[in-house]
């Protein structure tokens, strides 16, 4: 049951990235970051869906990297987002919140898969 609710929290939050880049201006700066975030926040949802139905136990772990990386990356995006002025601290704690709370969540399983996978080969 753990894996449907991160899974509907990472697509939630891919909404929520999607409905902050719709509220950013046409200038060439806001585009490009659009892109990147857009790109990075909605492949932390299918790669975590995607690690859910995973092959292997390796499989499962790279996918779950993957997760860790674009969760990373739309941290930066909302970091530059913020110091750019484009969105206030306070328009995007909420949403940097979440984006932490995903990758501590993430970091935590891959830990946890890779100590289960130590346990297995003893």
Known sequence: MANENLKQRTKQFALRIIRLVEKLTGSRTS????????????????????SC???SKRDFLNKLKIVEEETDETIFWLELIEETGIFSPEQLHPIKSEA???????????????????????
Do not use: P
């Not at 585009?31 to 995607?50: D, F, H």
């Open 100 to 122: 932490r709370e995903i990758l501590a969540i993430i970091v935590a399983s891959i830990k946890t898969a890779r100590n289960n996978e130590k346990k297995q080969i003893k």
């Open 53 to 55: 139905v995973a092959k």
């Open 31 to 50: 585009n490009v970051i659009a892109n990147q975030i857009l790109r990075s926040a909605t492949s932390v949802a299918s790669n975590y869906r995607a």
